[in-house]
């Protein structure tokens, strides 16, 4: 079990923090790459990953449904999980919008996260639904891409993810936290999270940057 609930981890942290943080444990390449945004900047996204792998395709075969394993994806989603999608970099792939939103919505799911595009954006917002993405566009995945594997370890916004990893995401990026150093992670947060509430008082009492850091070690 975490040491903090997900609401706990919603309310108390953000992505900067916990970067920093796996930093500090030696897992520098934790944070997705920059064009991965939110629909919403006043979003806040946190809970377990679950992953699927896309396959770049040219061509939709007769009578096969290409939407079958994405499908069984979004219908298998638990409460506070994130489905996330690994699209490649080619930009033609655009597997979320309103449809699956609303089905991930009501199976309780956090968000959505993916390296490819989103459509359907105003209607997504209008949900309040937490959404980051690589980009937004109107093209349908159909005859561009198709899952090819779920819950498999995948590579998204080039950082590695394992269904079940911790998922944070919020308006400065998101962030991937492994399992097998989640719970330093998290230790060192909340330690870091109160030195920082400490470090702000102090500079808006007037002490000087170096005074403070020299105090606390913390910028």
């Known amino acids: 079990m975490s040491l903090f609930s997900l609401e706990d981890m919603r309310s108390r942290f953000f992505s900067a923090v916990l970067s920093d943080c796996l930093d500090q444990v030696g897992h520098t390449r934790q944070a997705l790459a920059s064009r991965i945004r939110p ?39 638990q409460r506070d999980e994130i489905p996330v999608f690994a699209c490649g970099l080619s930009g033609r792939i655009a597997p979320w919008g309103e449809l699956l939103s609303t089905a991930a919505a009501f199976r309780g799911a956090s968000g959505a996260l993916m390296d490819g595009c989103v459509r359907d954006t105003r209607a997504i917002r209008a949900m309040g639904f937490p959404v980051f993405h690589g980009g937004i566009a109107p093209l349908d995945s159909k005859g561009r891409g198709v899952v090819s594997a779920i819950d498999v370890p995948i590579e998204c916004g080039g950082v590695t993810v394992r269904s079940g990893d911790l998922v944070f995401g919020d308006a400065d990026g998101v962030v991937i936290v492994p399992r097998e150093v989640e719970d330093e992670v998290l230790r060192l947060a909340h330690e870091k999270v109160s030195g920082e509430r400490n470090t702000l008082a102090d500079l808006k009492a007037g002490h000087s940057l170096a005074d403070v850091f020299a105090r606390y070690g913390i910028l």
């Open 39 to 77: 629909l919403d900047e006043a979003s806040v996204m946190v809970g377990r990953a679950r992953t699927a792998l896309y396959t770049e395709v040219f061509h939709v075969v007769p009578g096969e449904n290409p939407y079958a394993l994405e499908i069984a994806l979004v219908d298998s989603l």
